[in-house]
């Protein structure tokens, strides 16, 4: 029998990780089955449980449950601590193993996809959320000169900050507190281009060169990188690479070997630009 794996999320028809990991399977030669599961909002453990009776031998998790899953896992990864949220489940004599591969997805789009090196750079991150949350200790281990995190309120990004501290001292702030400054890069970790809201940002944080990045994706450009490229932004991004680099991590997590990215995301931008 081909090994089970699966996402779960609500809602969950729209995802592309099956096409993602059903592309990655082939190219390495492995034997296995992956499905879009939808759980209960009340009832993720139950879905989990009855899917490791099933034979389920590993799971991605997205929206809403990346916390459910954080507190389900019986051992977590240092990555899936830090971020207090968990997208990649291991299942295995009765254990159930945690990680977290959004920000190593991040990182990698970054730094290899668009060849961006991190290193000395300034950056800024938008929102305080778990997206955030999840992202902020592989982005510290770039060693940019500066990570800012800025929100639409001020404390939340002031508690964020202090909370990775230990690592490198952080700023936080909201969005006007940046006003007059500039940054290398700038992601949009906020769910604002979901609901097609622009976010208030000053006016300058844009410099010549200096790179956008969304970790929203969709068809044509999100509010967020259409204001980038109004305020001078160099070069601007969207998150389908993120998208598909997690995936390769999480896939890397589960079968010890990495696939190549490369042709599963340029078939994803064709649908998205088709």
Same mark, same amino acid.
């Given at each position: 029998?081909?090994?089970?794996?699966?996402?779960?999320?609500?809602?969950?028809?729209?995802? $592309?990780?099956?096409?993602?990991?059903?592309?990655?399977?082939?190219?390495? +030669?492995? !034997?296995?089955?992956?499905?879009?599961?939808?759980?209960?909002?009340?009832?993720?453990?139950?879905?989990?449980?009855?899917? *490791?009776?099933?034979?389920?031998?590993?799971?991605?998790?997205? #929206?809403?449950? $990346?916390?459910?899953?954080?507190?389900?896992?019986?051992?977590? @990864?240092?990555?899936?601590?830090?971020?207090?949220?968990?997208?990649?489940? *291991?299942?295995? !004599?009765?254990?159930?193993?945690?990680?977290?591969? !959004?920000?190593?997805?991040? *990182?990698?789009?970054?730094?290899?996809?668009?060849?961006? @090196?991190?290193?000395? $750079?300034?950056?800024?991150? &938008?929102?305080?959320?778990?997206?955030?949350?999840? #992202?902020?200790?592989?982005?510290?281990?770039?060693?940019?000169?500066?990570?800012?995190?800025?929100?639409?309120?001020?404390?939340?990004?002031?508690?964020?900050?202090?909370?990775?501290?230990?690592?490198?001292?952080?700023?936080?702030?909201?969005?006007?507190?940046?006003?007059?400054?500039?940054?290398?890069?700038?992601?949009?970790?906020?769910?604002?281009?979901?609901?097609?809201?622009?976010?208030? &940002?000053?006016?300058?944080?844009? #410099?010549?060169?200096?790179?956008?990045?969304?970790?929203?994706?969709? $068809?044509?450009?999100?509010?967020?990188?259409?204001?980038?490229?109004?305020?001078?932004?160099?070069?601007?991004?969207?998150?389908? +690479?993120?998208?598909?680099?997690?995936?390769?991590?999480?896939? &890397?997590?589960?079968?010890?070997?990495?696939? !190549?990215?490369?042709? *599963?995301?340029?078939?994803?931008?064709?649908?998205?630009?088709?």
């Amino acid at each position: 029998m081909s090994d089970l794996y699966a996402v779960f999320g609500n809602p969950i028809a729209h995802s $592309k990780s099956p096409a993602i990991h059903a592309a990655f399977a082939v190219s390495t +030669g492995q !034997d296995m089955i992956y499905e879009a599961r939808l759980a209960p909002l009340d009832g993720f453990a139950a879905a989990v449980s009855g899917f *490791v009776a099933a034979g389920g031998k590993g799971a991605n998790v997205t #929206v809403p449950f $990346k916390e459910d899953a954080f507190r389900l896992a019986n051992r977590l @990864s240092e990555r899936a601590a830090r971020a207090g949220a968990v997208n990649t489940l *291991v299942f295995s !004599d009765g254990e159930i193993f945690g990680d977290n591969t !959004d920000g190593a997805g991040l *990182v990698r789009d970054i730094t290899h996809n668009l060849g961006y @090196s991190l290193a000395g $750079k300034r950056i800024l991150l &938008l929102g305080a959320g778990g997206a955030s949350r999840g #992202v902020i200790a592989p982005l510290l281990a770039e060693l940019p000169t500066v990570l800012a995190i800025a929100n639409r309120t001020a404390a939340k990004a002031e508690v964020l900050a202090a909370a990775f501290a230990d690592m490198a001292p952080l700023e936080g702030g909201d969005f006007s507190r940046y006003a007059g400054c500039s940054f290398d890069v700038v992601i949009n970790a906020t769910s604002a281009s979901l609901s097609g809201e622009s976010l208030p &940002l000053p006016s300058d944080l844009f #410099v010549a060169g200096s790179l956008a990045y969304d970790m929203m994706y969709g $068809k044509g450009e999100t509010p967020f990188l259409h204001l980038a490229r109004q305020q001078g932004a160099g070069r601007c991004a969207d998150g389908l +690479g993120m998208l598909v680099e997690q995936a390769a991590e999480a896939f &890397l997590v589960w079968r010890g070997i990495r696939p !190549d990215t490369g042709p *599963v995301l340029a078939a994803l931008r064709a649908g998205l630009t088709g």
